[in-house]
């Protein structure tokens, strides 16, 4: 053990100074590599979702960060082979509009410079702007062994997704041909649902005539009267009475008279609209499935930069939405129309472009994913993979159970190339198709243009950091990794993905546990919005406060998959109890003297309130251990904070002053070891939380390890619970407490030293022992020992605690009908308890059928209820006549 003689400590913890600092020291001591734990340790891996190389910081980032840091830390302290692997996202979107906004800044484009030098440049951006997110993830104590960092167009990564597209057409699993997908007009590329943000917006609902042959018509709706342009049918229910007449018959699409059918599908909603609908496969998700049951017509009429094609008719060339005008108006003087009422309606928009998302059938590469959803399934249905909270599972069967096929491709130039040429066969320039590992061989390969969705890099994440498909020793030793952390809102299009690519490719659950966090929202429960105005930087937060206050705000504002809202004010209380810890620190520290033994002493040899807080030690680390085992790392922290803050600093250190300033030699060092155990355990327990402060404070005690981010997890001793001192110390609590209460009733200065007379009851041997108490804690350093049947004190406001009586002679000082008044009060309180105990005992159905010892606890409640009522009487009759 360190010697318990330490040096000064600073006044306060300078966290702009002490942060980067340790963190040095922690990396350069190789504590953030799995390697500093015997070769036999168990292993705990955690592979970190790879943040945009585009970003910076922001509050979701901060806490995933700090959950993930909180795991790795605990873990790490239990003595596991702890990795977490770091690694950031190519992002092909977001990367790519950075550069091409670089480009046209410079007046020029990625078509004018070509393919490779747009890879060019974008791999520089990458190089000079890429490593902002990593840097920040540091600052916030991010404890990965960042010397295994891995970025998803990586060399060995961009193996593994090679040969995972290779294996999957070879399976006959991938396949290539049109289908519909969501198509950004403005990044002219197919998106992911994740990247289509939908929500409410006022649009108009145009109400019209369809044309049916024989001079009939039919009164249809729509919100995009553009896509009457591409309408294959028109749709009833087929229960339907107004229309079951007109199922078969022959119906012209507007302005181009183009034959189509009236059809009938239990799909339509008879009470929307007119109760009838124009199927446009091309251009509707459930239209295309309704024209997949009908074997219907697909026409797509819209050119991927979203102006209407040659199939548009005279609308060719035009814009879409100057199409829905001109479209309209031309009905309108044809005398079609009927009319446009205003109508709200979910509008998909690209979440970088903010234009709206067109469903568009589109050439895409897809990836049957039935079989493979039903591993996933299973590893989930089986209890191989947990997901926390369990509330989730049921929305993860649901997505899997109702899985479409994945398209993989994107129009873009950032990102992992399919490995895919084309060749022309019978006209078709691409006629003929391979895919494989190297381009092939012989004359008029073309290579494809297109690369993959990144999240099919990302969800082969877990294992291709650690080397798959090479058998490396990290993929040996380090997979299957133990927890998955991260935000709920992707746990379809991440999670979901990492487990089935996980299970299909190496027949393993990628993770056991899938940890879904919520979003972070402002302190009233709103998103974070440059509109509101209530957008956090947590930067500057870290500048104001340092990374400790707001981890633990963040780790404590929520429980697991529910969203966290974040109160700056709670981010200064958090930094408030920061500076107590240091402050409780530095009363120990400054009254350490000379070499301490380890450990604590004899139970035997300890006053009561050193037994009293290190039996209540014991019970914390139970409390936290469970919690942390139910991932209940929110209430954890909150314990913590409130065994330091209203246990451990308010009464143990106060009540440790008087052996320390007046105890013999012996009992000074007793007290020294006990405030060093509490405080060393308070620390290793708050260390995954608040990793700064914690490693700074606990350089300043006695300690055996190396550095706390390595020391030992506390792990309790039942042998130390103490049930009888936390009795008898909750009795000199509740005086204290009442003493304190009377004192404000009646106003009497803090500062003010008065005196106390106690019947003592059958705690006279306690009381004369640690009656220094009420001196320290309660500003009453004179205390009488009464006899039991002596007369009460005239003029005395009292309190009873137990068979204790407890009088404050308050002469001149008090008001005696206040205090009158408070007492009958108290006693009309006890009555009903006592009526209420009474009626229970009567009852002989509780007595006859309650367990006995519950019977018997309700007599001697009775009993001491009775006691404490007859005490009262006599202070009513001392005081009040």
């Known amino acids: 053990m360190t010697p318990a003689t330490q040096k000064e400590m600073p006044a306060n913890f300078n966290f702009q100074e002490e942060e980067s600092r340790l963190y040095e020291w922690w990396e350069e001591n190789g504590w953030f590599k799995p390697e500093h734990a015997p070769e036999d340790a168990e292993t705990f891996t955690i592979s970190m979702p790879p943040p945009n190389v585009t970003g910076v910081l922001h509050l979701g980032h901060a806490l995933f960060a700090s959950l993930q840091d909180l795991m790795i830390r605990y873990e790490r302290m239990r003595g596991k082979a702890a990795l977490w692997v770091p690694g950031t996202d190519h992002a092909g979107i977001a990367t790519q509009l950075q550069v091409e906004k670089m480009l046209r800044e410079e007046g020029t484009s990625r078509h004018d410079i070509g393919r490779d030098a747009f890879l060019e440049r974008t791999w520089a951006w990458k190089e000079e702007k890429g490593g902002t997110i990593v840097e920040q993830l540091r600052r916030i104590g991010a404890s990965c062994d960042w010397d295994r960092e891995r970025f998803t167009l990586d060399e060995g990564l961009s193996e593994a997704v090679q040969e995972v597209f290779v294996r999957l057409w070879e399976q006959g699993r991938i396949y290539r041909g049109p289908r519909l997908v969501n198509w950004s007009p403005g990044l002219q590329t197919a998106v992911s649902d994740l990247e289509v943000e939908r929500a409410e917006e006022q649009g108009k609902l145009y109400f019209f005539n369809y044309p049916l042959e024989g001079d009939e018509s039919i009164a249809v709706a729509t919100t995009r009267p553009e896509t009457i342009l591409g309408d294959t049918a028109i749709c009833v229910h087929p229960e339907d009475e107004r229309y079951q007449h007109l199922i078969g018959k022959t119906a012209y699409v507007p302005m181009l008279n183009r034959e189509i059918p009236v059809i009938a599908d239990e799909y339509v909603d008879r009470e929307f609209g007119t109760g009838a609908v124009k199927i446009t496969p091309a251009h509707d998700f459930n239209d295309y499935d309704i024209a997949q049951r009908h074997d219907l ?103 899997l159970e109702n899985i479409q096929d994945w398209c993989v491709s994107r129009q873009l130039w950032w990102g992992h190339r399919i490995p895919a040429w084309f060749r022309e066969k019978d006209g078709d320039p691409e006629g003929e198709i391979y895919v494989g590992r190297t381009a092939p061989e012989g004359d008029g390969w073309v290579p494809e243009e297109d690369v993959l969705d990144t999240w099919f890099s990302s969800g082969l994440w877990p294992f291709s950091t650690l080397g798959w498909p090479q058998e490396t020793p990290d993929l040996k030793r380090f997979y299957p990794t133990q927890v998955m952390e991260t935000g709920h809102d992707i746990l379809f299009f991440w999670v979901a993905r990492m487990i089935m690519m996980g299970m299909w490719f190496t027949e393993e659950p990628p993770f056991d546990t899938v940890y879904l966090h919520g979003l972070v929202r402002d302190k009233t429960g709103r998103k974070f919005s440059k509109t509101l105005g209530n957008v956090i930087d947590p930067l500057l937060l870290i500048d104001q406060y340092g990374a400790d206050p707001l981890r633990f705000t963040l780790l404590t504002s929520g429980t697991p998959g529910n969203d966290v809202n974040l109160d700056e004010a709670r981010v200064e209380y958090t930094f408030k109890f920061v500076n107590k810890i240091w402050n409780i620190t530095k009363l120990v520290n400054m009254n350490l003297e000379g070499e301490l033994e380890p450990g604590l002493p004899n139970q035997s040899e300890l006053d009561l309130p050193s037994r009293w807080v290190i039996s209540r030690t014991q019970k914390l680390i139970d409390n936290v251990q469970y919690l942390f085992d139910a991932y209940q790392y929110g209430e954890a922290g909150n314990q913590i904070l409130s065994f330091m803050w209203d246990e451990f600093a308010p009464w143990y250190l106060e009540m440790a002053k008087h052996p320390l300033y007046n105890g013999t030699e012996a009992e000074q060092n007793q007290t020294r070891r006990v405030m060093v155990y509490v ?78 007379e106690i019947k003592p009851g059958s705690y ?89 010892q519950v019977v018997q606890r309700e007599r001697e409640r009775l009993e001491q209820l009775q006691a404490e009522s007859a005490q009262i009487a006599e202070q009513i009759s001392n005081l009040c006549g």
Not at 309 to 332: H, I, S, T, V
Not at 351 to 363: A, D, I, K, N, Y
């Open 297 to 399: 017509e697909m026409i797509n009429i819209m050119n991927k930069d979203a102006t209407l094609n040659e199939n548009a008719g005279p609308y060719a060339g035009m814009d879409r939405f100057d199409a829905r005008q001109k479209l309209w108006a031309d009905m309108e003087a044809a005398g079609m129309t009927i009319k446009v009422q205003d109508h709200t309606m979910v509008v998909p928009r690209s979440q970088r472009g903010g234009e709206v998302v067109e469903p568009l059938l589109s050439t895409q590469w897809f990836v049957k994913m039935d079989d493979i959803a039903e591993r996933a399934l299973e590893a989930v249905r089986t209890g191989a993979i947990k997901i926390v909270p369990e509330r989730f599972t049921k929305v993860y069967y649901h997505w």
């Open 679 to 756: 405080l060393d355990t308070c620390l290793r327990l708050l260390h995954p939380y608040m990793p700064y402060m914690t490693e700074s404070a606990w350089q300043y005690i006695p300690h055996e390890e190396d550095a706390l981010i390595v020391a030992k997890w506390p792990i309790s001793d039942k042998q130390l619970v103490d049930e009888a001192a936390e009795t008898n110390m909750g009795i000199f609590m509740s005086l204290v407490r009442d003493i304190r209460n009377i004192r404000t009733d009646y106003n009497v200065d803090p500062g003010k030293r008065i005196s106390a």
């Open 764 to 852: 006279r041997k306690q009381l004369e022992d640690y009656g220094y108490i009420f001196g320290r804690l309660c500003n009453v350093p004179d205390v009488s020992l009464m006899s039991d049947d002596a007369a009460a004190p005239e003029n005395a406001a009292s309190t009873v605690v137990n068979d204790i009586t407890l009088y404050l002679p308050l002469e001149g000082m008090l008001d005696i009908a206040a205090e009158c008044e408070r007492l009958q009060k108290e006693q009309a309180k006890i009555a009903d308890r006592i009526s209420g105990v009474e009626k229970k005992l009567a009852n002989e159905g509780f007595v006859s059928k309650a367990p006995e």
